[in-house]
């Protein structure tokens, strides 16, 4: 059976089936170029925490349903998330993804392209295969349209010091917080628990979504020990600026507007001052804040969940994912 990331030892009441899920996916994987499905396989395998999924499982838990299809539906949801892991590399020109070369680096942009798009007609297959009716393709749907919002906004608001939270909020709304969304909604959805029940679980999942991209963010300037070669790193030489940052720009502009404008050639020392320059602004803190605002808010609806034993698990993941320190 797929290996799955060892945190979900501590989970034994869906590890069985996240297994599952990911075995299907590698089985589902069959390109025309043995290399490429080999590196599709290598990227899916590499050790991803497989958090999207688990949700969709937990959801469904709220009801007897049949646990193969759920197993499935899961299986779509990864590997949405991973097609769009692919296609990210490819925009961000990125070397790397899960501590091994990316797609894009080892075959070039054509190849990544195809791949990503492969893994999109292999999500919607599964999702033909077994969803309940229409609603779970058409949610897909919408998810897809509004991560492509999140990403198109956040390119041409590159180099911006003028952006604002709320434009970055509605940026990670469509890069992180909609497929945390689609995955408790399908979950729910698919349950048969009815739609109302199924978009408590959606607003449950954006909310989580938020807070976890938050929380990413703001490790990078929490971090005690820099590596310069983070991808965040990267992102602000690309222009992409993250929420402790903004914030910071709002109150030491003059100050951070030296390195910033260097854009592409700022050196690691630029990078490393800008970091120290928002550490002692205040903005990490305040970005903390904006975190917990939105753990407090997934936790309230989790709270208001039927007690049952899917409940208790989705209420200790949930704070285990959104308290982190590293």
């Not at 054509?110 to 297959?125: N, S, T």
Request: one cysteine or more; hydrophobic letters at 40%.
């Amino acid at each position: 059976m797929a290996k799955v990331h060892a945190m979900w030892q501590n989970y034994p009441e869906i590890e069985t089936e996240l297994a599952q899920s990911l075995a299907l996916i590698e089985d589902n994987i069959h390109t025309k170029n043995q290399a490429v499905t080999d590196a599709i396989l290598k990227m899916i395998s590499a050790g991803g925490k497989l958090l999207r999924p688990a949700y969709c499982l937990l959801f469904s838990q709220f009801n007897a349903v049949d646990r193969q299809k759920m197993i499935a539906l899961a299986a779509a949801v990864e590997t949405l998330h991973t097609a769009t892991l692919i296609h990210d590399d490819i925009v961000d020109d990125s070397n790397l993804r899960r501590h091994q070369e990316s797609i894009q680096a080892r075959f070039g942009k054509d190849v990544a392209v195809y791949a990503g798009d492969y893994l999109f007609v292999v999500c919607f297959k599964l999702l033909a295969n077994y969803a309940s009716d229409l609603k779970s393709i058409q949610f897909n749907s919408q998810t897809m349209d509004q991560i492509l919002d999140g990403e198109l906004s956040q390119m041409t608001t590159r180099y911006n010091l003028d952006l604002t939270p709320e434009q970055y909020l509605q940026q990670i709304n469509g890069k992180t917080g909609q497929l945390f969304a689609l995955s408790c909604f399908i979950g729910a959805y698919e349950s048969q628990k009815g739609l109302k029940f199924a978009r408590q679980a959606e607003k449950i999942g954006l909310n989580i979504g938020l807070a976890f991209q938050i929380l990413d963010d703001i490790l990078d300037y929490t971090q005690t020990d820099v590596d310069f070669g983070k991808p965040v790193l990267d992102d602000m030489r690309r222009g992409v600026y993250s929420i402790p940052l903004i914030m910071a720009l709002q109150s030491n502009r003059q100050t951070l507007a030296p390195y910033l404008e260097k854009q592409a050639a700022m050196t690691d020392a630029d990078v490393h001052a800008v970091q120290g320059i928002v550490r002692q602004s205040g903005s990490v803190e305040k970005a903390q804040a904006l975190a917990q605002d939105y753990t407090n808010r997934a936790l309230a609806g989790l709270a208001k969940l039927p007690d049952m034993p899917a409940k208790t698990t989705l209420q200790q993941l949930t704070e285990r994912l959104l308290t982190r320190k590293a």
